[in-house]
């Protein structure tokens, strides 16, 4: 007889990553099936979002949820982790107010100081009271006099390196330092890749397509699932869907209605001449969608900078958010962005939207119009559950008996979302219960930085990027960037 997995997983993104981590880690057998050759291939991310700082729009709970996710993941992927701050600013010509940001701020601090009271392994954002610095006018004039710091600690040191190359006469001021940090997307694959091979419980398929489901709980048999790939059918008691902007094709083969938004963005990749110290993130904000969107320049290592614009001819795209509809329970993009998210994009576009998101970024820095186009795009496609585009956090659904929807927004939901399908698979009686409930995942825990450096490296390399990609800019008690 066929091997019965308890958990079968479909989709190896950050989501389903997580999850087989998570369940391996209280020895839950499981298989996960990735269409690609690694994990972790899916739509990029590069922002932890620790506090939601990078949405004006979204309410203060979806900031503090922003916040206690990241911390989680933050904690049980600390090698992904790069520690440079972010500056948050408001061109005169928008409506925001940083009166506004900075009382929702304040709020974030304190409920920084309650996570850190709950477990002070928490206080992964470095001391509450500097979580986020203001800096007026009178502030500013003076920073800009003094010399470039090559190797910022302080805040005040990140912010003189940032306003001597920001136009900040276009600003509304005070403007704002915050410890919202980059996370490593390359590097998180690398490590979670390295910890699934070694898993005794996890089965990891890459290069494995998942064709067809079938449902058989009605048939008394051991297990209520069968998974099918080109060549092979595996059978699983619990069914987890994770595959991203795709959900619900798996939804429709099952018979399941659900509701979804999918959008298709790109960030894109600059390389600039080398500056004399290091910058933090930079947020110029401004209403998503239209010509002034905001701009986004996200600093790597060895003079790449990573470029979002949010507006149609740089990151969103026009009919890139589709929607279900009442027989289509999965969206489908145009032909146009099909393609691209084959891997088959225009180099001519290429050029032309990183050139835009240049001279975008070049608005409030003007010396960054000497970047050149520094690599492909990183862009992807990701799915919104509902109906309302400015959602930022997702979680979990359990439409089904024994079938579980990972329908995270942001990464960093993935451990929450991972929990609470370890709850379910509990309660429907798949697993005994767990007792013993621990926070740390030894089997990542257990690879080297090492290991991680050139996984990370050769991933980013056979994704088409550059290496340099795979380097954090600052990591907890080490600087890598050659800046010089
Ligand atoms: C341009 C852009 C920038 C972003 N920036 C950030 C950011 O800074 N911070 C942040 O937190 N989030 C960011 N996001 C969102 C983030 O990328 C997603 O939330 C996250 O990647 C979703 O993870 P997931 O595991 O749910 O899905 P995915 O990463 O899409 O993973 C799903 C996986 O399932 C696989 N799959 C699908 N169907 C099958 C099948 N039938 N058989 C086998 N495999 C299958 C796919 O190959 C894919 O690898 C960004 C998104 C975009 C588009």
């Not at 050759?37 to 004006?56: D, E, I, K, R, T």
């Not at 010399?147 to 003189?160: F, H, L, S, Y």
């Not at 050149?372 to 997702?394: E, F, H, K, N, W």
Request: glycine share 6%.
């Amino acid at each position: 007889m066929s091997k019965i997995y308890n958990v079968g997983i479909i989709g190896g993104g950050v989501s389903g990553v997580v999850i087989a981590l998570e369940l391996a880690k209280y020895g839950i057998n499981n298989i996960l099936f990735e269409q690609e050759q690694s994990v972790v291939n899916g739509p990029p991310f590069c922002h932890l979002h620790a506090g939601g700082n990078l949405y004006p729009d979204i309410s203060d709970e979806q900031c503090r949820l922003l916040m206690k996710q990241s911390i989680e993941m933050a904690r049980l992927f600390p090698q992904s982790i790069d520690e440079r701050p972010t500056f948050i600013s408001i061109p005169k010509t928008e409506k925001y107010t940083v009166e506004n940001i900075q009382s929702r701020l304040d709020m974030l601090v304190d409920y920084y100081k309650s996570l850190i009271q709950e477990d002070p392994k928490n206080k992964i954002l470095g001391d509450p009271k500097d979580y986020y610095k203001i800096y007026s006018k009178t502030d500013l004039n003076t920073l800009v006099d003094l010399p470039t710091v090559k190797r910022p600690i302080t805040a005040d040191q990140w912010m003189t390196n940032a306003i001597k190359l920001v136009d900040y006469k276009q600003l509304k001021t005070p403007v704002i330092l915050v410890q919202e940090y980059g996370w490593n997307l390359f590097r998180l694959a690398a490590q979670a890749q390295l910890a699934l091979n070694k898993s005794e419980h996890c089965n990891l398929k890459t290069n494995t397509f998942v064709t067809d489901i079938k449902d058989v709980r009605t048939l008394n048999l051991e297990h209520n699932w069968e998974i099918c790939t080109a060549d092979a059918v595996y059978n699983v008691k619990y069914l987890v869907n994770s595959s991203g902007f795709k959900t619900g094709t798996i939804d429709e083969s099952l018979h399941i209605n659900s509701e979804r938004l999918i959008e298709f963005k790109a960030a894109y990749v600059s390389k600039w001449h080398p500056i004399p110290g290091l910058i933090p993130e930079l947020i110029f904000h401004g209403e998503r969608g239209t010509p002034h969107g905001m701009a986004q320049l996200t600093p790597y290592c060895d003079s790449y900078y990573q470029i979002h614009g949010m507006t149609e001819n740089i990151t969103l795209f026009k009919n890139g958010l589709v929607q279900s509809k009442a027989d289509m329970v999965q969206p489908e993009f145009n032909d146009g962005i099909t393609q691209k998210l084959q891997h088959d994009w225009d180099a001519n576009e290429i050029k032309i939207r990183t050139e835009n998101a240049i001279e975008f970024v070049g608005k409030y820095i003007p010396s960054f119009t000497t970047a050149t186009v520094g690599g492909p795009p990183m862009y992807g496609a990701q799915q919104i559950s509902g109906d309302d585009p400015s959602l930022r956090v997702g979680e979990v659904r359990f439409p089904s008996k024994c079938y579980a929807r990972s329908e995270i927004i942001k990464a960093s939901s993935a451990l929450t979302v991972a929990n609470q399908i370890i709850d379910n698979i509990e309660d429907e009686g798949i697993v005994t219960k767990i007792t013993n409930h621990i926070k740390t995942n030894a089997l990542l825990d257990s690879i080297n930085t090492q290991d991680i450096d050139l996984l990370a490296k050769q991933l980013a390399e056979e994704r088409g990027y550059p290496g340099a990609l795979s380097k954090l800019v600052i990591e907890k008690n080490k600087i890598n960037n050659d800046i010089t």
